[in-house]
């Protein structure tokens, strides 16, 4: 059973990202206060979920959530700095919209840069270990998937509406033969080198 904070003094906000390590498409993270006694039996890291049973969760995080933000970073943005920074950014930007100031945060992974003096805690897996943190991997990757299917329209060579801009067989076979996009990160060096950027 998750665990609903890392500490229980200080109203506590979880953070985590979507799309680190994709090809294409901006990196997402969320930001989510729940109440203390929130508890859903199917909440768990997005990635041992399905993807129904993330879109089931969403509305469900959404609505009973104290506060709840997204923030996100163009590959152009990911490009510009680092995948590492521009992820951290995106955990920032969302803890910036959020309408309830938290007094802790609580982040996964074992990286993070200081939020306005507010303490923080890395925690590695923390998704599979605390509620916050797993409901914010829940909407970060659930409004990742849709931005990537919303992509897919536009660029639907590359297989997004099922690879989501991971480097499938697929989605490299693709670039293979049609290059990058304006929505690959051209820094992750995917580009075989006898290809030229579209």
Known sequence: ????????????????????????????????????????????????????????????????????????????EIDASNILKASIKCM???????????KFIAVDGNRFYPYKKIPHQTIIKGDGKYAHIAAASILAKTARDQYMEDAHLKYPKYGWDKNKGYGTAIHRAAIEAHGLCFEHRKSFNILPPQLDLL
């Not at 990196?27 to 909440?43: K, N, S």
């Not at 920032?92 to 938290?102: E, G, I, M, T, V």
């Open 92 to 102: 920032h930007l969302a803890l910036d919209q959020l309408k309830k100031r938290p």
């Open 1 to 76: 059973m998750l665990l609903n904070a890392y500490q229980n003094e200080l109203l506590e906000a979880g953070c985590d990202e979507a799309g680190r390590g994709c090809y294409a498409g901006p990196v997402f993270a969320a930001a989510v206060i729940l109440p203390i006694d929130f508890y859903h039996p199917m909440l768990n890291d997005s990635k041992k979920l399905s993807e129904k049973q993330r879109l089931e969760l969403e509305p469900i995080i959404k609505s009973s959530a104290i506060a709840w933000a997204i923030g996100s970073q163009t590959a152009a």
